[in-house]
């Protein structure tokens, strides 16, 4: 079972968060997960990166083999679930 991820305020000068946003779009990544992304290089570069901290979740749209994912019907999932198996399919 993963641990809860902790919660901070943090204050930035807005046209830092600004820069920040617009890394963030270009990397494909929230602002939050560009700002985790930043701080562990940041950690690892100085030799500091603690041994028992997790890994970052991949960019990206979670698996759903990932026991973190949202249940199949969660606000934004694809669309409907497929038809079992043994329904009629529409072929056109």
Do not use: Y
Request: hydrophobic content about 35%.
């Amino acid at each position: 079972m993963a641990s809860e991820r902790k919660k901070i305020l943090l204050r930035l000068d807005p046209a830092v968060h600004d820069a920040l946003a617009r890394w963030a779009a270009d990397e494909l990544r929230s602002t939050n997960a560009q700002i985790e992304f930043l701080l562990r290089a940041a950690l690892a570069d100085a030799g500091r990166m603690p041994r028992a901290a997790g890994r970052m979740r991949r960019p990206g749209r979670p698996s759903r083999s990932d026991p973190d994912a949202a249940p199949r019907g969660a606000a934004g999932d694809d669309g409907p679930e497929p038809p079992p198996s043994g329904a009629p399919q529409n072929e056109e």
